[in-house]
């Protein structure tokens, strides 16, 4: 019996050895069907390895969450080799990097790696399923060497004389031939940067030094042309000129003047910022991009963030612009368009400007690169700083101040300047590597919509609900945007939040992607007497069926607006600021009477420590009551609702209270904080 069971062991042992020998043979984990670089370093007495996955689907070049995998940050490790994400680095270091396997030849990889002094280090490769015809190089840019790596006993050998760990100096390429290192500018057919004739390399990329000799034709980069080079020097007297909408990234060093031109569509104000350092602004930069001027005030103004005000610059007068900076810009009456030129060496390293608290916080800024930069990388870096992860951008076609966050995606162009709010004295930070050469790449995907518009036939305004899935009806930080309050505005529409609503207007609100038809949006417009307005809704993606209606609690009308030339029309017969008359519904009911939403739609809160608002109350008799957490009695009137009431209150101790009110149309309770 025991010999029985001896052998059965034994042969089990056999089986298991067996499937183990197989195993490591066959390395299922690396012979499958994903194409795999694994890039190996050794120092002759340890080894280190990090590994990239080029996937057909679901991989891009910055994060992908289940694809991209850091290295293990618990244990201090003084000998490693990692990569950062190809686009978007996030500073991470990252030991399986997932890319799109269809532009595996037009990446860079950055590379990291961290040794003691004094080791000779051995950088290989290993290939998996990888296309025929592709190379791999490896570039130091210590010694200006791209060596080839993917051959048998092809390796790249280098000693550290001094410890290392940093990021700029090693890359990886995947290539069909060896990478370029320097391009020179002939100009032998045209001023065309993007002509391959006229650079003796063909036009640079990423990975290619751009030279700029003094030759016949100095080069231009077009309006529609967004590149890219590593190195770029220039001696050509004349520079290289950037037109309007164009873009460059230097990823290494630059030096010589380059020009960008920034068109200025209409003879109104601009908010611009100065993509070049070195250039200057007085009276000849004034009459060299022909800038209005009225008396002594230039066309060229900073913002005072102290108390909201500008200042122009003053003839005899002049300063340097300051990279990272705003300021607003006019062209001279009867001028038309035009560009305003800035000259000077392209910014090349991270940019960190001063941030001002003073007054209500609110700074021009703008973008520092001749490239784009994206809104909501941008926010992020600087959420610490930034009051509700939010910027406002001026738009030239409704003459209004719009908000952008991370929800309102767009790209900030070079010279493009706006306005943000901080409550903090720190620092604003331009992270080099943040900068895009396009604003294709950002569109935003289909999301549930509403859109409400307002016109007077002259101004137009707009305020937007987004139904996410991660929202809520209160605020969310990033995602709910007020309409900007650093310059006045005659003429605005604007929304509070559906739940605990502090009186703030917002031009964009998220809310939650389910329960819409109980969620009721108080709408506040800003107007003047006598002129008619009409209100007009674009809804988009919403589930089918569901319908949009405005409420007018003045008029007592219910109108439907999602419908093909839907609108609604009223002429206030006093100026209008705040809300409590109008209200946007969204039911599957194809009729809505305003008697079914009587109490759902109103708003409570404190403007101060002694006055409450009532907000939406339809015209009638109604009663207050204030009750204490503990349910006593501290307060009550009553009065005839107007649409908006504010009532002065007793002097309360700090703390949650509930409001109970009573109107014809029955009893409703609302919790509010006085603080």
């Known amino acids: ?348 390293t991270n940019i960190s400007m001063a941030l001002n608290n003073t007054g209500r916080g609110f700074n021009l800024v703008g973008n520092p690169f001749t490239s784009y930069l994206n809104n909501v990388t941008f926010i992020n870096d600087n959420s610490v700083n930034i009051v509700g992860n939010q910027i406002w951008v001026w738009n030239q076609g409704t003459n209004n101040y719009e908000v952008k966050n991370l929800i309102e995606t767009i790209v900030l162009a070079p010279t493009q300047g706006f306005f943000l709010k901080t409550t903090s004295a720190a620092n604003l930070n331009y992270a080099k590597f943040r900068q895009v050469s396009t604003g294709d790449v950002f569109q935003k995907s289909a999301k549930k919509e509403i859109k409400l518009n307002m016109t007077d036939g002259a101004n137009s305004r707009f305020a937007k609900i987004y139904y996410l899935d991660n929202a809520t009806t209160s605020f969310d930080n990033g995602y709910d945007g007020e309409t900007f309050g650093g310059v006045s505005n005659s003429f605005d529409i604007f929304m509070h939040l559906v739940a605990n609503s502090e009186g703030k207007k917002y031009q964009v609100q998220s809310l939650p992607n389910s329960d819409l038809e109980n969620m009721v949006i108080p709408v506040g417009i800003k107007a003047v007497a006598g002129k008619e307005i009409t209100l007009t809704a674009d809804a988009m993606n919403l589930q089918e069926g569901l319908k949009v209606f405005l409420e007018d609690k003045v008029t007592n009308k219910m109108t439907r607006l999602d419908e093909v030339n839907a609108t609604y029309k009223v002429t206030f017969a006093e100026s209008l600021d705040g809300i409590g008359r109008f209200y946007l519904h969204t039911k599957s009911s194809s009729v809505l009477s305003t008697e079914t939403v009587a109490l759902e739609n109103i708003n409570v809160y404190s403007l101060d420590a002694n006055t409450l608002r009532v907000a939406g109350l339809s015209e009638g008799k109604t009663s207050v009551k204030i009750f204490s957490i503990l349910g006593k009695q501290v307060f009550e009137t009553s009065f005839d609702a107007t649409g908006v009431n504010d009532m002065q209150l007793p002097k309360l101790i700090h703390g949650i209270y509930v409001v109970q009110l009573t109107t014809e149309n029955g009893t409703l309770n609302k919790k509010i904080l006085l603080e």
């Open 1 to 348: 019996m025991k010999n029985h069971i001896s052998l059965t062991l034994l042969l089990l042992l056999l089986t298991s050895y067996k499937l183990s020998a197989n195993s490591k043979k066959d390395k299922p984990s690396e012979n499958n069907v994903f194409t795999q670089l694994r890039v190996n370093l050794s120092d002759g007495a340890t080894s280190r390895f990090f590994r990239v996955y080029y996937l057909s689907e679901n991989a891009t070049k910055g994060f992908d969450n289940g694809y991209d995998g850091e290295t293990f940050g618990g244990i201090t490790n003084s000998f490693d080799i990692f990569t950062h994400l190809v686009s978007g680095n996030d500073g991470k270091k990252y030991q399986v990097q997932s890319l799109p396997l269809q532009e595996i030849a037009a990446m860079i990889i950055p590379i990291n790696i961290k040794s003691q002094s004094g080791k000779q280090l051995v950088v290989t490769t290993e290939l998996f399923n990888f296309p025929s015809g592709l190379n791999v190089y490896f570039e130091d840019k210590l010694t200006n060497t791209i060596t080839r790596i993917d051959q048998l006993n092809t390796n790249y050998t280098f000693t550290t004389n001094q410890a290392i760990d940093s990021f700029g100096r090693f890359f990886i390429y995947v290539s069909a031939s060896e990478p370029v290192i320097n391009s020179t500018w002939n100009g032998s057919i045209s001023n065309q940067w993007e002509n391959p004739n006229n650079w003796t390399a063909g036009v640079p990329t990423a990975i290619v030094n751009a030279l700029i000799p003094d030759v016949l034709n100095a080069p231009t980069i077009s309006s529609a042309t967004n590149t890219a080079v590593n190195d770029l020097i220039i001696t050509e007297p004349q520079g290289v000129v950037i037109n309007s909408g164009g873009s460059l990234i230097v990823n290494g060093i630059s030096s010589g003047n380059v020009t960008y031109n920034r068109n200025l569509e209409t003879e109104n104000w601009y908010l611009i910022s100065s993509p070049i350092a070195g250039e200057t602004y007085d009276d000849a930069y004034v009459a060299a991009n022909s800038l209005a001027i009225s008396g002594t005030n230039n066309a060229i103004a900073t913002y005072t963030t102290a108390n909201d005000t500008w200042s122009y610059m003053q003839t005899g007068g002049g300063a340097a612009f300051s990279m990272g900076k705003g300021y607003s810009v006019r062209r001279a009456t009867n001028q038309g368009a035009g560009p305003i030129s800035f000259t000077g060496t392209i910014n090349t």
